[in-house]
């Protein structure tokens, strides 16, 4: 069976400093992992994705994620928080069936001036 | 650009009332999705469709339907709402990359 799971309700950091929201999963098969974010009142929003070749993917707004397979992780990464960056952000990933995908519950970020 | 419409954004429906969520993408991806977003639990699969005529259930698909008689429309019925379907609903469609696209929510509560 798929799974993600996020371990952590909330992340507080300061801003300007680094920031990590972890990830990790289960899947049958080679791992499709997605992160997106979520700001108030909107719809989720595409930030990258690990299909395979690097381990360390860059996405949008300064955002990047490192592909574990011994460990299955897909943790969210950022050298320098900006305050624009608090939201919820969710993990998922795509399991056999090619157009199913499955979701963490979410991390609230809260980044604090 | 467009992406994915959902309407209605707001919704207040009695228990028991027939309600359907419209959803419509211009995007002409195959896939589309309905999830529903509760508090702790993250986004749930209701239904989906890998392309045009076919359907399939997700995670939570009980006391909903959904049909796909063209490619751009979705929709998402409630027969008979009852309080446990209060919750923020998502369209989404996914193009050939896997990408996920979603539409802004549909905010129902079932009194």
């Known amino acids: 069976a798929q799974s993600v799971a996020q371990p952590e309700d909330q992340v507080n950091v300061a801003e300007g400093n680094p920031l990590t929201v972890k990830c990790t999963y289960s899947v049958s098969g080679n791992p499709y992992l997605f992160w997106y974010v979520q700001y108030p009142n909107r719809g989720l929003q595409f930030l990258l994705k690990y299909i395979t070749g690097d381990n360390l993917v860059k996405g949008s707004y300064g955002f990047e994620a490192e592909f574990n397979k011994s460990q299955t992780s897909f943790h969210l990464k950022k050298p320098s928080a900006l305050v624009s960056d608090s939201a919820l952000y969710f993990c998922?990933?795509?399991?056999?069936?090619?157009?199913?995908?499955?979701f963490g519950s979410g991390t609230k970020l809260n980044v604090k001036p | 650009i467009a992406g994915i419409t959902q309407a209605p954004t707001s919704q207040i429906l009695a228990a028991g009332r027939r309600m359907t969520l419209r959803c419509t993408q211009d995007m002409r991806h195959n896939a589309m999705y309905w999830y529903r977003q509760d508090l702790g639990l993250g986004l749930r699969l209701i239904h989906y469709s890998n392309t045009a005529g076919t359907t399939g259930k997700g995670e939570v698909p009980d006391g909903y339907s959904v049909s796909r008689a063209n490619t751009d429309d979705f929709p998402l019925t409630l027969a008979s709402a009852v309080p446990s379907q209060t919750s923020v609903y998502f369209c989404?469609?996914?193009?050939?990359?896997?990408?996920?696209?979603f539409g802004e929510g549909s905010r129902l509560t079932v009194l």
């Open positions: 989404a469609s996914s193009d050939q990359a896997g990408e996920l696209f």
């Open positions: 998922a990933v795509r399991g056999n069936n090619f157009n199913k995908f499955y």
